[in-house]
């Protein structure tokens, strides 16, 4: 398999982007591990997001279906 | 281009140790997420040996498509996407927008090219996206990389103002669209935007603002 990366652009030149503000302070490792964990709501409880089965499913979330397993 | 072990080398291995072991330990769907962490991470890296304690790139989790780092050097998240063999599953390099055997409007699994092609759209059509990092091995491995946005996830019904507000339109209602996606899928035009759930949003802790992470942006299947 080849991939030739170098006509890459991302984002597109001249694009009008929505960049997000730039956070209040540097951020440590464990701040954002801890933020990612609890977005994907990976918490003492045991909860799992969509994205957490999706992944173990090995497909893409199916949103309505894995959420009822929970 | 970066080799298997070049990689290998950036990636802080006894925290992503940490990270199999204490997923291991809460047992059950876990212990699947774990096993499923190892492979995607140690199976796309050939089972190079990993780089010591404070390298440049480390776990913070793994979620639907891709395995997440923190790259302490540029203070911005690291997505590793790869193969289905090595524990991607069916999303291939990023999951797109395809017709099934039914005709429906499903997810399908991408190449590393679509996997490209979908985060151009996402840059176009919402504004923000991520960026081409490496490619690694033989196609082994995509890296992206995102700013990381301090924040928390939004409501549904703030999702749900926020695309309207950008001129989507709910495709709830939708029969062309297999059920288990239509909660969250929106188009506009002839644009796709599916997966717009709580967990691809980040609610901005500076701004306020919602910002979209990781939706499946692609154009609607004919």
Known sequence: MSFDPSAIQLPPPGLETRMPPLNRREMSYEEVYQQVRRHLKDDEAGTMSVQMKAQINGIHAHTARVCKAG | ?222
């Open chain 2, 1 to 222: 281009m970066l080799t298997q072990r070049e990689f290998a080398k950036l990636v802080d291995g006894p925290a992503l140790d940490r990270e199999i072991d204490r997923l291991t330990k809460k047992g059950s769907g876990w212990l699947q997420a774990a096993q499923i962490l190892s492979r995607r991470v140690n199976g796309t890296l050939d089972w190079e040996e990993l780089g010591p304690s404070g390298s440049r790139f480390q776990i913070v989790g793994s979620r639907g498509e891709a395995v997440l780092f923190w790259d302490r050097h540029l203070s911005r998240i690291v997505k590793l996407r790869g193969r289905e063999e090595n524990g991607y599953g069916t999303a291939g390099f990023g999951c797109i927008l395809v017709r099934n055997e039914r005709g429906m409007i499903d997810y399908g699994p991408g190449t590393i090219e679509q996997a490209l092609e979908r985060e151009r759209l996402s840059w176009v059509h919402l504004g923000f996206g991520c960026v081409f990092e490496d490619v690694i091995g033989d196609v082994e491995g995509l890296l992206l990389a995102q700013a990381f946005i301090s924040g928390f996830a939004p409501t549904e019904q703030e999702i749900r103002g926020w695309m309207i507000q950008h001129g989507w339109e709910s495709l709830e209602a939708e029969r062309d669209v297999v059920v288990t996606l239509r909660q969250h899928a929106w188009r506009r035009g002839k644009i796709g935007a599916f997966d717009a759930n709580e967990t691809n949003f980040i609610k901005s802790d500076v701004d306020g603002q919602l910002y979209p992470i990781d939706l499946i942006v692609w154009t609607m299947p004919e």
